[in-house]
């Protein structure tokens, strides 16, 4: 059955997104997005803004290597805890962006470090006004643009080399060399948030490897990819935390550490529910513990950031218990599939056809789009292959609707499928 996870539809996604960031070398999309697992409305694009001009060094680091034009911080990570540093300032360059300036802090020393609180709060003043913005949650600054939604983070680039190659160089089943150069030449970043209940908590800042796990995502087989993403169905359909309780990231160190110990050639399509529940099993003992490692930084311990009380441990264990209880039958409890299972296999086939071309297209346009727009945000709408993909949308659209109205649909569904599909202008034209 297709729900939108194909091999084929993922490498679009991927090969898209990878194509926008490179329009920009200070824009990188993270998460679901990146690893090619939602499509192009289902969820926020999730994107780590490096501020330019500014990195943070790693204790050794001489910053002097480091080019006059670049303002330097030093990651103090002495009686921080596992995985958080405080940016300590060593050089400041009228370069950087204007927010750092303003929200340094004395430490009292004749030093100066970096407010990751005050940092996202003077980065709201220069919010661009033609989006909508929303309220901060947690270091991100989300907008929406159209029907686009972004979970912005900016950060600041971080070179930490003995941290890397501390994880490069752990005994391992996965990934294989090449991978785990790639992952390493990623580099990492520090994010504005500080441990939740740590003291000071406002000027700490979390060390985060977002490209580099883009990589180790992207470098999954096809039966760890289902793994990942039934789990996380699992969770959103069925054990349905009110207050991200259990989140995506959770899950994703889950996967990678069960793809790191075990051997490779045990991940084939026959053994996808084994795996399932052995990433069911992890996820129970998590939260029965409180303790999962995380996969960069083993030090740092996830769930100690959840702070689930007794009552929530107990619901979530009883529940996971039952679903490994129960066996195979667990995934007619997800939506997606039991609505493919219960769906004559023709019409899913064609809408599914139908779907992932128009994804496809979508991707396509917001390539282009994102190419031939100026530093004004003018599009330039001369270009054929906007039209053209425009053109195929609407045709589509119309296809849909046509066999939506011969099988019996109301005129709100119809109407709600092609709003959640396409962006309709003023004059009620499709584009």
């Not at 303003?102 to 033609?130: M, Q, W």
């Not at 003291?199 to 760890?224: G, M, S």
């Not at 039958?329 to 064609?350: F, G, N, T």
Request: charged share 20%.
């Amino acid at each position: 059955m297709n729900l939108g996870y194909g091999s084929v539809i993922r490498q679009k996604r991927i090969e898209a997104y990878m194509e926008m960031d490179s329009l920009s070398n200070w824009v990188n999309t993270s998460g679901s997005k990146a690893e090619g697992l939602t499509c192009t409305n289902e969820s926020d694009r999730d994107l780590i803004m490096a501020c330019p001009n500014a990195v943070c060094l790693e204790d050794g680091i001489d910053e002097r290597t480091i080019q006059g034009h670049i303002t330097v911080f030093k990651m103090n990570m002495p009686s921080c805890n596992a995985g958080y540093c405080r940016p300590l300032l060593l050089r400041l360059s009228p370069t950087c962006h204007p927010a750092i300036p303003e929200s340094l802090c004395a430490d009292g020393y004749g030093r100066f470090l970096l407010s990751s609180t005050y940092f996202v709060d003077h980065l709201k003043k220069y919010n661009l006004p033609i989006y909508v913005n929303h309220a901060r949650a947690g270091p991100s600054l989300p907008w929406t643009s159209g029907p686009n939604n972004f979970d912005a983070v900016r950060a600041l680039r971080c070179h930490c080399p003995v941290i890397l190659q501390k994880w490069a160089s752990r005994a391992r089943q996965w990934p294989s060399p090449d991978i785990v150069e790639k992952a390493t030449s990623m580099g990492a970043f520090v994010t504005p948030i500080g441990f939740k209940g740590s003291e000071p908590y406002h000027i700490a800042w979390r060390i985060c490897f977002n490209t580099a796990e883009v990589v180790l995502v992207n470098n999954l087989n096809d039966t760890q990819v289902k793994i990942y993403v039934l789990l996380k169905m699992i969770v959103n359909d069925v054990l349905k935390p009110k207050a991200k309780e259990i989140t995506s990231y959770l899950l994703k160190n889950i996967v990678l550490w069960l793809e790191e110990n075990n051997p490779q050639t045990l991940f084939d399509s026959g053994s996808l529910f084994h795996w399932l529940l052995e990433g069911l099993g992890i996820l129970r003992t998590a939260i029965s513990f409180s303790q999962l490692p995380y996969y960069m930084i083993p030090e740092r311990n996830l769930m100690t950031e959840r702070r689930l009380d007794v009552e929530q441990q107990h619901v979530f264990v009883s529940s996971i218990t039952n679903m490994i209880d129960e066996g195979p039958r667990i995934l007619m409890r997800l939506k997606k599939v039991r609505q493919a299972v219960i769906c004559h296999p023709e019409p899913l086939l064609w809408y599914s056809t139908m779907r992932t071309e128009l994804e496809m297209l979508d991707l396509e346009l917001m390539f282009r789009l994102t190419q031939c727009t100026d530093e004004n945000l003018m599009v330039d709408e001369t270009v054929s292959i906007i039209h053209a993909c425009a053109i195929r949308q609407g045709y589509i659209a119309r296809e849909v609707l046509c066999r939506m109205r011969l099988e019996g649909s109301s005129v709100n569904d119809v109407i709600k499928v092609l709003n959640r599909t396409f962006i309709f202008t003023n004059d009620g034209n499709i584009r």
